[in-house]
T-cell receptor
């Protein structure tokens, strides 16, 4: 049981380049999330998808887009990367957005923008 | 806005002692709090959930308390071991969409 799988694990981009971070979960969860984690800032929500076919902005959505491809997969796209987007990106999933279910996280994508 | 704060300073303790980490929240009274562990280079892993009416919850060497008057949760690790060294995050649901809000985490280092 893989849980939440993120690809790639590491990536270096130049300013202005675009890329898509991939996330897939095999737990049949309805809700999926994208966070970024920066030193001293904790985890900040970028976008989330409460269920297949829906997406909503989180705390820091600017500069990002998402696609809920199907129930398993939720991708995060940087259209024109900026140095301020250098961060560690985590994908997470849970059965439902509300309620008290814990979130299950992938091991992150470490992204550097030069 | 809702805030959740943890001590940003690393906590260094000796093996065998009890580690106590603090989580404070403001501007909102969550119905429950969650605690996660994060190892370097890994994603957070869920440890415990405590509801507002539970006051205290235990799991093996872990104990979590929830004081709604102080707006604070304490996370204790008894008989700490070097393997307990990690960053510990607390989180609660917001009062609108049910999304989790995380503290910035406290790094714990247990020395042999």
């Amino acid at each position: 049981n893989a849980g939440v799988t993120q690809t790639p694990k590491f990536q270096v981009l130049k300013t202005g380049q675009s890329m898509t971070l991939q996330c897939a979960q095999d737990m049949n969860h309805n809700s999926m999330y994208w966070y970024r984690q920066d030193p001293g800032m904790g985890l900040r929500l970028i976008y989330y998808s409460a269920s297949e076919g829906t997406t909503d902005k989180g705390e820091v959505p600017n500069g990002y887009n998402v696609s809920r491809l199907n129930k398993r997969e939720f991708s995060l796209r940087l259209e024109s990367a900026a140095p301020s987007q250098t961060s560690v990106y985590f994908c997470a999933s849970t059965q439902l957005t509300g309620g008290n279910q814990p979130q299950h996280f992938g091991d992150g994508t470490r992204l550097s923008i030069l | 806005s809702q805030k959740i704060e943890q001590n940003s300073e690393a906590l260094n303790i000796q093996e065998g002692k009890t580690a106590t980490l603090t989580c404070n929240y403001t501007n909102y009274s969550p119905a429950y709090l969650q605690w996660y562990r994060q190892d370097p280079g890994r994603g957070p892993v869920f440890l415990l959930l405590i509801r507002e009416n539970e006051k205290e919850k235990r799991k093996e060497r872990l104990k979590v308390t929830f004081d709604t008057t102080l707006k604070q949760s304490l996370f204790h690790i008894t008989a700490s071991q070097p393997a307990d060294s990690a960053t510990y995050l607390c989180a609660h649901r917001d009062n609108q969409g049910g999304k989790l809000i995380f503290g910035q985490g406290t790094e714990l280092s247990v020395k042999p």
